[in-house]
C-alpha cells in the first residue's frame, strides 16, 4: 500500500482559491490513477476529481470549470488547484492512487469555505 500525505487545506472565503498537494511516499512501483475525493459532514464521500497516467482527467459536474487536476509523476505527486470556491465545497478532501490495484487513502485534509 502506499502512504499518501496531503497538505494545502484551510479556511477561505467564497470566491477563493485553495491548492491542494498530494504526494505518494514509500518504494513505489508504479501508480495509476490519481484522484481527490470529498466528504462533507452527513454526507456520503464522493468523487472530485480524478486523472489517468496517461494524464486523463474526469471532474464531477458540481466543480467542472472551477477545479483543476494534475499529476508531477517525476515527484509522484497530485495537485487538485480549486477556483472560485463555493460554501458548498466545504468537506474533508482525500487523495486517493491505485497503484497495481491497489487503492490507498491519505488522511484528508479539511477545505472550509466561508460565505
Known amino acids: 500500500q502506499v502512504r499518501l500525505v496531503e497538505s494545502g487545506g484551510g479556511l477561505v472565503q467564497a470566491g477563493g482559491s485553495l491548492r491542494l498537494s498530494c504526494a505518494a511516499l514509500g518504494i513505489i512501483l508504479r501508480i495509476d490513477a490519481m484522484g481527490w475525493y470529498r466528504q462533507a459532514p452527513g454526507k456520503q464521500r464522493e468523487l472530485v476529481a480524478v486523472i489517468s497516467s496517461g494524464d486523463s482527467t474526469q471532474y464531477a459536474d458540481s466543480v467542472k470549470g472551477r477545479f483543476t487536476i494534475s499529476r508531477d509523476n517525476a515527484k509522484l505527486t497530485v495537485y487538485l488547484q480549486m477556483n472560485s470556491l463555493k460554501p458548498e465545497d466545504t468537506a474533508v478532501y482525500y487523495c486517493?492512487?491505485?497503484?497495481?490495484?491497489?487503492?490507498?487513502w491519505g488522511q484528508g485534509t479539511q477545505v472550509t469555505v466561508s460565505s
Open positions: 486517493n492512487a491505485d497503484s497495481l490495484g491497489v487503492a490507498s
